[in-house]
């Protein structure tokens, strides 16, 4: 027997009167995947999560979590949320609030080791109400994973977090998934996508415009940029760079020049030759946010 996909979703739309903010999608996730939800502000991330959670209707087509509805999984204890939207008692202590939820479920994990998995136990005694907002977001991790969960689904995890804490969050997030639990995340960062997942879906006006590993998504975008500084460079140069075969872009900012291009060595020894005191020479692969903006920008489809 065929095992069922951890989150099924099939032709699923929802419409706020004439606006889809989710048009029709049809998704397949498995055991053991880390995907990250990428896409602009009003790509239906959010809105996405919640018909996937059961917390909102869709107006066609059909959610499954483990081969079941929403609600059966959830009541089952086999799916744990971080929403951008979730509340805890302002008047508890983060170690309570962990407590309370674990009280709710049949196999929780030990209070402590959920404090431990979210790095919160520094912070277990302080009232949620005195949290900045990072400690926050990691006392609603803890809260997620304490009903140690298969599938986990955090939108915007790491918002309000600093570098540092966006770090030890990651962190504690490939302790979480070594053991093979399926993880769905949606994030404005790039690199955290990049980094973290092993599939990314890109979402643009509420349709999936790119599925594929990270690797993949970023091959959408060819080609390399060339940067260098030339000292006293005038419009000139400019022109002479934007006239070069496989040149798409040229950007000039304080003597700083950036040349993206199909043609890297040719860039590259034609500005050697014309230029030979330029200095501070880099020749770098197109990113993450190149392939994302080039996605979000058509309507094409990549799988």
Do not use: C
């Not at 009232?127 to 304490?146: K, N």
């Not at 309000?160 to 302790?175: C, K, L, P, T, Y």
């Amino acid at each position: 027997m065929t095992e069922s996909p951890v989150i099924r979703l099939t032709d699923l739309s929802k419409r706020f009167g004439t606006l889809a903010a989710v048009d029709d999608i049809s998704l397949e996730i498995g055991r053991g995947e880390v995907v990250a939800l990428l896409g602009p502000n009003g790509a239906g991330k959010s809105t996405t999560i919640d018909l996937a959670l059961g917390l909102a209707t869709p107006s066609s087509g059909t959610a499954e979590l483990f081969g079941g509805t929403p609600r059966a999984a959830i009541v089952g204890g086999r799916v744990g949320a971080m929403l951008q939207g979730g509340a805890l008692l302002p008047t508890m202590t983060v170690a309570q609030s962990v407590a309370l939820v674990a009280a709710a479920h049949n196999h929780p994990l030990p209070v402590a080791e959920a404090l431990e998995r979210a790095r919160v136990t520094d912070i277990a005694r302080q009232r949620v109400s005195s949290l900045s907002g990072g400690q926050l977001q990691r006392a609603r991790f803890a809260v997620a994973v304490v009903s140690n969960p298969q599938l986990l689904i955090l939108d915007e995890p790491t918002a309000a977090m600093d570098v540092e804490a966006r770090h030890v969050f990651w962190e504690s997030m490939r302790e979480f998934t070594s053991q093979g639990r399926t993880v769905v995340f949606a994030t404005h960062y790039l690199d955290e996508a990049d980094s973290f997942a092993d599939r990314i879906v890109i979402l643009s006006r509420g349709r999936v415009v790119a599925d594929d590993a990270p690797a993949e998504i970023k091959a959408v975008v060819t080609g390399r940029v060339v940067a260098f500084t030339l000292d006293n460079g005038t419009a000139d140069v400019r022109a002479v760079l934007e006239a070069l075969p496989g040149v798409h872009a040229v950007d000039h900012r304080a003597g700083r020049f950036s040349v993206r291009t199909d043609d890297s060595d040719g860039v590259l020894r034609t500005v050697l030759a014309t230029w030979p005191r330029i200095h501070d020479i880099e020749v770098v692969a197109r990113t993450m946010d190149d392939a994302f903006l080039a996605l979000t920008s058509t309507k094409e489809t990549v799988r």
